[in-house]
């Protein structure tokens, strides 16, 4: 639907559905990465609690994201093969989430008193190291996530309907396998 014609209580539906599916899809991611930290932990014996912090990113982070693509950042090669807006687009979320990741431990820890150091060392173990990796783990993480964002827009509702309804009611040729 043109953008244009939408109603603003169609809008916010539309925006608070991509709000709900962005933030559930990086609550799962999170509390993956939560899991199998504490997993890892437990083989030494360390306790690890921090399970309901990746609804409160996924949350925060879902907002950044929604914002970002609203100002159309990492629009650049938007009439290239999928493929390049595909890892574009990873590439500077990424960037953006590890900083606002960073920002945010970065203000808790000062609030609290910590350096810089001390406050960003539950995020990869507070090396450079262990925060690229994250990032690079959230990197992977959203090439299918943009990519079906990039399909989407090429495709429209049809690509959605074809993940969501049943096949017969999509009057799609039959399939040669």
């Known amino acids: ?21 962005l933030s559930f899809y990086l609550f799962a991611v999170f509390s ?6 504490s997993v890892i932990l437990a083989e030494n014996h360390i306790e690890f609690a921090l399970h309901g912090i990746a609804l ?28 390049y807006p595909t890892l ?15 920002a945010e431990d970065a203000a808790v820890g000062s609030f609290h008193g910590k350096s810089f150091h001390e406050s960003i060392s539950d995020l990869g173990g507070g090396t450079w190291k262990g925060i690229f990796t994250l990032t690079a783990l959230l990197f ?26 049943p096949r017969h009611l999509l009057n799609l040729p039959p399939s040669g396998m």
Do not use: W
């Open 56 to 83: 409160f990113n996924a949350l925060a982070l879902a907002k950044v994201m929604l914002l970002a693509q609203e100002l159309h950042f990492a629009d650049q090669l938007r009439d290239a093969p999928l493929i």
């Open 1 to 21: 639907m043109n953008e244009a014609k939408q109603s603003v209580k169609q809008r916010a539906v539309h925006e608070m559905k991509e709000y709900l599916l």
């Open 140 to 165: 992977v993480v959203l090439i299918p996530f943009f990519g079906f964002i990039e399909l989407r827009r090429v495709f429209g509702d049809r690509l959605v309907d074809a993940f969501f309804r």
């Open 88 to 102: 574009l687009k990873s590439f500077a979320f990424t960037i953006v989430l590890a900083c606002c990741k960073i």
């Open 32 to 37: 993956l990465l939560v899991v199998y930290k």
